[in-house]
């Protein structure tokens, strides 16, 4: 089972080439945000819990989260693998993470994280931001405080899976393809 962490910071491309990857190599999207959505929409009793703390404005826990995660695996124990998108986040995530795929017997494999010049990252989300809507992309000092953000309380989490071996930084700079290219090889020699 190839089970990968797409990593970086906001506009490294990790949703584009996300979809690359699933496509190429028959992953499981698991995308926390979608998988939140989906159980509020179902009316699940995690969607319920954790609907209790977005109603307060808090974020949902990581043990409700976690279990959300272990319920997708568990509906598709069939999978080639899974794609770790916008998770884990911190630290005490990772570790989380860590236990419940070990008990499922399908560690991670790799964390792949997309390391790009900082003047890149703005240049990228402000033109996102000009087709998507997203106020959060039209702004360079939010989109500052977003980086530094990430690098304060995410990018920390490349330690946890550096000291495991599974950690590798891939250049983000460049074309889509030539990034996407990039990747591939770094997964393929994970999986030979």
Do not use: W
């Not at 990772?94 to 994280?113: G, H, Q, V, Y």
């Amino acid at each position: 089972m190839l089970n990968i962490v797409l990593f970086g910071p906001p506009g490294a491309g990790k949703g584009t080439q996300a979809t690359k990857i699933i496509e190429k190599y028959q992953l499981v999207h698991l995308s926390t945000g979608d998988i939140l959505r989906a159980e509020l929409a179902a009316k699940t009793a995690l969607g319920q819990e954790a609907k209790k703390y977005m109603d307060k404005g808090e974020l949902v826990p990581d043990k409700v989260v976690i279990d959300m995660i272990g319920l997708k695996i568990d509906k598709n124990h069939d999978a080639s693998g899974f794609i770790f998108d916008g998770f884990p986040r911190t630290t005490a995530q990772a570790e989380a993470l860590d236990i419940l795929l070990n008990k499922k017997r399908a560690p991670i494999s790799i964390m792949l994280s997309l390391e790009v010049e900082k003047e890149e990252l703005i240049k990228r989300l402000l033109g996102r931001g000009k087709v998507s809507g997203r106020s959060d992309d039209r702004d360079v000092s939010v989109i500052e405080n977003r980086i530094r953000v990430y690098n304060n309380e995410t990018a920390p989490v490349k330690g946890f899976y550096e000291k495991q071996g599974k950690y590798r930084a891939v250049d983000g700079m460049g074309t889509i393809e030539e990034i996407f290219e990039r990747l591939c090889k770094v997964i393929d020699q994970v999986r030979n």
